[in-house]
């Protein structure tokens, strides 16, 4: 029989209409997701190896950096960051604080992005659904990247 938890509020966020969202937003993670691990393990079952995990040196923490490189990897939830295949639908309650969330969220990427690549850096955002659709295909995509930086050092 599950307990009663009681979630803390933080102010972040508004109340959620229905106790099971509040459950639910609760469990999302910000590291080592699903997508991420699911990338990494045929990541390494096709020998692709010598990343470094969120790694902090890099503006964004990339969810998987080759720093010897300049390549990043952002693996993104198609939810939190407005995946563009997938088109995730807007939540119905709250729509004002969504909209401005998933706005911010999205500047947030492009920011990343646009500093690494005034310092020289490469960036592949990899999509949650893309991971699920065909996650050898996107290794494949990291592969031929590594390949081609490879060849012009």
């Known amino acids: 029989m599950a307990k009663n938890k009681t979630y803390k509020r933080d102010g972040r966020a508004p109340i959620p209409v229905r106790e099971s969202t509040s459950r639910l937003m609760s469990k999302n993670k910000s590291k080592n997701t699903k997508p991420e691990i699911a990338l990494r393990k045929e990541m390494w079952r096709k020998r692709i ?19 010897g490189r300049r390549i990043a990897i952002f693996v993104n939830g198609c939810f939190w960051h407005r995946c563009p295949h997938c088109q995730p639908q807007l939540p119905k309650s709250n729509v004002d604080f969504w909209k401005n969330k998933f706005e911010k ?25 893309q991971i699920k659709n065909n996650v050898i295909e996107q ?13 012009q050092q």
């Open 49 to 67: 190896r010598g990343y470094r995990l969120h790694w902090k040196k890099a503006p964004g923490k990339p969810d998987i950096a080759f720093p």
């Open 105 to 129: 969220n999205v500047e947030r990427d492009k920011k990343k992005r646009e500093q690494l690549a005034q310092i020289g850096w490469e960036t592949i955002t990899i999509w949650e659904c």
């Open 139 to 151: 290794v494949e995509r990291i592969r031929q990247t590594l390949s081609r930086k490879e060849g």
